[in-house]
Every structure is written in structure tokens, then in C-alpha cells.
């Protein structure tokens, strides 16, 4: 996912060419806090979606808190703009959620508007399962590192485990419930170090995160590649599953492949590679 800064129309164009999934269309921080600004962003994203090609990318919008005025009329531009998801920042509780459900229940255009949560404040941490449950319309849930760090107090330092818990437990809570997770790769002491970026997201690969969200159109690149099976991850889970098959069909529950045992969950892990690898083309879908 790329985050792109709803007041920049130029900005926009560039991330609709790039090889992101998901185009983050940011109402919120990155467009000033003042009535022109917010104002001017909404007309904007509005432009973009009608002038735009955005191919296969899904686009996502980033409206304004609940707490600040602006956030009605970017629902309202979203629904004008024909954006069925929107990512609600800086809730802690269902009731911070539901109150954006409630305006969209009596929008009489907004019947397929969904929600993406930023899950980035103590509050959003320690609620999150009731989030998670009690909040309809939600397709995913997504950690916010800069509010959370701000939130507990900590300090802005380009080191991944240090936020291990909120991103674990944010994640278990997606699975439970069937929604995505994703998180951002950021480098907050130089952009220019791509590394960091790797690093995030190898962390957040190896956690079980869907993607990354990045900041910047050079970082899709690398996240790509981190998130995408390799050929090798896809010969694997091709050899693990027809193996499987043949030794279900002569009634066995378990094979070993070169020296190592296959059990169910070496299944289900090659399942789902197999699964990301069909979305991204990479090999041909199976039959229902």
C-alpha cells in the first residue's frame, strides 16, 4: 500500500503508475488542518478519481478523525468520488467507529462503503478485539507506527521489535475475525536508506502481515519482492501439495519430502502461498 497525500494531484498521478496493490489517498495528516486545505483535498481526490486511471489498484482514502470537523464532508467526497473503502485514523474504541457506521447507514449512496481502521493509539490496542467484533463494514485492520509511538510516549527509532506486542496482537485479532493487516515499513531516520525498509517489512512478513503500508513510490519496489512468493516458495508448496494428495488418496495423513515431515500445517502454509502466488499471477488459479 502506498500512502499519497490527497492535496497533490501530481502526487496521485505518480502513485496511480506504480506497482502498489493498494492506493492510500490521505485526507488526514499529510493535508494542513485549516478549512481551505481540507477543503481544496477533498475537491481534489474527487478530480482524481474521475481523471485517473488507476488500473487494477484498489484505492483507499484516509479521512479525518471524528474528533476534527472535516471528517463528514470526506465521506461525503468519497462517496462522490465512487471510493468504496475508507480508513478511519485515530479511533480507540467501537463507539469512535460506529458513529462513522451510523452516518453511513442514513447516506442513502453509501451501501457499499467499507472501513480499514488504523489500529494506532493505546486505546485502538487495548479495544481492537471489540473493534474487531462489535464494528460492521470492517475488510481490514492496519497499525499506525507514528500515533502509537506518539501514544505511549516512546521514541521515533527505526527498530521493528520494539512495537512487536501491538503489532501481534493486532494481527491475531485480524485473523480471528477474517480481516487483512497490514502495517507501515518506514525508515524514520533517512528515507534514502532503502534498507530499513526491508527490514520492516522482512519483520512483518515473517510476523504473517498480508503487506506494508510505505511513504514513498521508490519503497513499492522492495516491499513487492519481500511479500511476493519466490519461484523456489511455489515449487515447494506445489511439491507439498500434490504430495499430499497422493497420499490422501491412499489414505494417509502425513508424507515426508526430502527428509522433512509434512503435516497439516506445512499444508496450510503452502496453500497460502499458492493462494497469494494465483493473485499475483504467478501460477495458474485451480479449479473449484
Same mark, same amino acid.
Given at each position: 500500500?502506498?500512502?499519497?497525500?490527497?492535496?497533490?494531484?501530481?502526487?496521485?498521478?505518480?502513485?496511480?503508475?506504480?506497482?502498489?496493490?493498494?492506493?492510500?489517498?490521505?485526507?488526514?495528516?499529510?493535508?494542513?488542518?485549516?478549512?481551505?486545505?481540507?477543503?481544496?483535498?477533498?475537491?481534489?481526490?474527487?478530480?482524481?478519481?474521475?481523471?485517473?486511471?488507476?488500473?487494477?489498484?484498489?484505492?483507499?482514502?484516509?479521512?479525518?478523525?471524528?474528533?476534527?470537523?472535516?471528517?463528514?464532508?470526506?465521506?461525503?467526497?468519497?462517496?462522490?468520488?465512487?471510493?468504496?473503502? $475508507?480508513?478511519? *485514523?485515530?479511533? #480507540?474504541?467501537?463507539?469512535?467507529? @460506529? %458513529?462513522?457506521?451510523?452516518?453511513?447507514? +442514513?447516506?442513502?449512496?453509501?451501501?457499499?462503503?467499507?472501513?480499514?481502521?488504523?489500529?494506532?493509539?493505546?486505546?485502538?490496542?487495548?479495544?481492537?478485539?471489540?473493534?474487531?467484533?462489535?464494528?460492521?463494514?470492517?475488510?481490514?485492520?492496519?497499525?499506525?507506527?507514528?500515533?502509537?509511538?506518539?501514544?505511549?510516549?516512546?521514541?521515533?527509532?527505526?527498530?521493528?521489535?520494539?512495537?512487536?506486542?501491538?503489532?501481534?496482537?493486532?494481527?491475531?485479532?485480524?485473523?480471528?475475525?477474517?480481516?487483512?493487516?497490514?502495517?507501515?515499513?518506514?525508515?524514520?531516520?533517512?528515507?534514502?536508506?532503502?534498507?530499513?525498509?526491508?527490514?520492516?517489512?522482512?519483520?512483518?512478513?515473517?510476523?504473517?502481515?498480508?503487506?506494508?503500508?510505505?511513504?514513498?513510490?521508490?519503497?513499492?519496489?522492495?516491499?513487492?519482492? $519481500?511479500?511476493? *512468493?519466490?519461484? #523456489?516458495?511455489?515449487?515447494?508448496? @506445489? %511439491?507439498?501439495?500434490?504430495?499430499?494428495? +497422493?497420499?490422501?488418496?491412499?489414505?494417509?495423513?502425513?508424507?515426508?519430502?526430502?527428509?522433512?515431515?509434512?503435516?497439516?500445517?506445512?499444508?496450510?502454509?503452502?496453500?497460502?502461498?499458492?493462494?497469494?502466488?494465483?493473485?499475483?499471477?504467478?501460477?495458474?488459479?485451480?479449479?473449484?
Amino acid at each position: 500500500m502506498l500512502l499519497v497525500p490527497g492535496s497533490n494531484l501530481r502526487m496521485i498521478e505518480k502513485a496511480a503508475s506504480s506497482d502498489a496493490d493498494v492506493i492510500m489517498i490521505d485526507l488526514d495528516d499529510a493535508v494542513v488542518y485549516d478549512d481551505v486545505s481540507k477543503l481544496g483535498a477533498q475537491q481534489t481526490l474527487v478530480e482524481a478519481m474521475r481523471t485517473i486511471d488507476f488500473g487494477r489498484r484498489q484505492v483507499v482514502v484516509r479521512i479525518n478523525s471524528t474528533d476534527m470537523p472535516w471528517w463528514k464532508g470526506d465521506i461525503r467526497a468519497c462517496v462522490d468520488a465512487g471510493v468504496t473503502t $475508507i480508513v478511519p *485514523p485515530k479511533c #480507540d474504541t467501537p463507539e469512535d467507529l @460506529l %458513529e462513522i457506521v451510523h452516518f453511513l447507514d +442514513e447516506s442513502a449512496d453509501a451501501a457499499d462503503m467499507r472501513m480499514w481502521p488504523m489500529i494506532e493509539t493505546t486505546g485502538a490496542i487495548i479495544h481492537c478485539e471489540r473493534i474487531a467484533a462489535e464494528v460492521p463494514r470492517l475488510t481490514g485492520l492496519c497499525f499506525g507506527i507514528g500515533d502509537y509511538t506518539v501514544s505511549v510516549g516512546a521514541h521515533f527509532v527505526d527498530i521493528p521489535d520494539r512495537v512487536l506486542y501491538p503489532l501481534s496482537k493486532m494481527l491475531c485479532v485480524a485473523r480471528y475475525h477474517g480481516l487483512a493487516a497490514l502495517a507501515p515499513a518506514v525508515a524514520f531516520s533517512d528515507m534514502n536508506r532503502e534498507s530499513i525498509i526491508e527490514e520492516w517489512g522482512a519483520f512483518l512478513r515473517r510476523l504473517g502481515y498480508d503487506g506494508a503500508l510505505v511513504v514513498h513510490p521508490k519503497h513499492v519496489g522492495p516491499i513487492n519482492r $519481500i511479500f511476493s *512468493p519466490t519461484r #523456489d516458495d511455489i515449487d515447494a508448496a @506445489l %511439491e507439498m501439495r500434490d504430495a499430499i494428495t +497422493e497420499a490422501r488418496a491412499s489414505n494417509k495423513a502425513a508424507v515426508i519430502i526430502g527428509g522433512k515431515l509434512i503435516e497439516k500445517v506445512n499444508i496450510d502454509l503452502a496453500l497460502r502461498t499458492l493462494a497469494i502466488a494465483e493473485k499475483l499471477g504467478l501460477v495458474d488459479a485451480q479449479p473449484a
